[in-house]
């Protein structure tokens, strides 16, 4: 059996004519299972975990491990399943690459690769969300990236996805073959409402997002998932652990309450599709 670093090398090996030097834009190429190297001399190790830092700008830390362990915890509990079935279906072939855009740890991308097998990367700023995707998924590629001047050469990918994430419309469109797909996740108005009525929050009002994409892609489709999905009791904390709507409540007592409290919660996404 192969080692998590000989299938990484390979993968990379493959990866490779499809990355571009975050500082010149020049090819990439890999030294002696290592490195990246273009031929101005930039070099960017692979780290131990298995990814690599391809950006110009810092790393965030605006995320912790914590959060990224919860949401993982969440996402391969299988909260979002009949969102990973459709996101599959939509990927036209077997060995399609596809890149998730603004990844955090990689859970989505992981659970598409489980149903398809595809040829996947994942780039997000957050080092923390990128080592966590590396050191669970070696079939994978990860990197750390600005996705405002991403280290991909043109026309690299059939699919983007972009799950509850910024876009970049213009870089995507860079980076998708004619024909490809942009496939943007974003909440629909009843996403989490059991915790938007806990905390007092309004509904998620997704109406300026969805012009955002129908003004790239005009004839964009669309498809939604409404469902429930019944919380084991060891999702309910790192779900309230995981999203935005409770951040500021972090370590107060509430917590505790809601996560009692909390025992399904309804899953709304909009899917939006636009094709390059």
């Known amino acids: 059996m192969r080692s998590k670093r000989e299938i990484r090398a390979d993968l990379m090996k493959q990866g490779s004519p499809f990355l571009r030097c975050p500082y010149c ?5 890999i030294e002696e299972d290592k490195r990246l190297v273009c031929d101005q001399g930039h070099t960017f190790d692979l780290a131990k975990q298995g990814h690599v830092h391809l950006t110009k700008k810092p790393a965030s830390s605006n995320y912790s491990g914590a959060l990224f362990t919860a949401r993982e915890e969440v996402i391969r ?6 969102l990973h079935e459709i996101l599959s279906g939509l990927v036209p072939h077997e060995e399609a690459r596809v890149l998730d855009a603004g ?3 990689g859970s989505h991308l992981s659970a598409v690769h489980e149903r398809k097998r595809i040829f ?18 070696a079939e994978l590629l990860w990197f750390v990236a600005d996705l405002a001047e991403a280290p991909f050469q043109d026309e690299s990918f059939d699919v983007i996805f972009n799950i509850f994430s910024p876009a970049n ?3 995507f469109r860079r980076l998708v073959k004619k024909g490809g797909k942009v496939i943007k996740v974003i909440p629909g108005t009843g996403y989490l409402q059991e915790i938007r009525e806990l905390t007092g929050e309004a509904a998620y009002d997704n109406k300026e ?19 429930t999905f019944e919380l084991p009791e060891k999702m309910r904390r790192p779900l309230l652990q995981m999203t935005p709507l ?3 409540y972090a370590g107060d007592e509430k917590m505790k309450e809601w996560e009692e ?12 599709i636009g094709v390059v």
């Open 246 to 248: 409770t951040w500021k």
């Open 169 to 171: 419309y213009q870089e």
């Open 77 to 82: 509990g299988g909260m979002y399943d009949p």
């Open 261 to 272: 409290k909390l025992r399904k919660i309804t899953v709304e996404v909009e899917v939006l």
């Open 209 to 227: 997002v969805i012009e955002g994409f129908t003004a790239q892609f005009p004839e964009a489709e669309r498809q939604t998932a409404v469902y």
């Open 103 to 105: 990844c955090g740890e």
């Open 120 to 137: 996947g990367a994942g780039a997000d700023l957050a080092k923390a969300g990128i080592e966590q995707a590396a050191k669970r998924e």
């Open 25 to 29: 834009c020049n090819a990439l190429n």
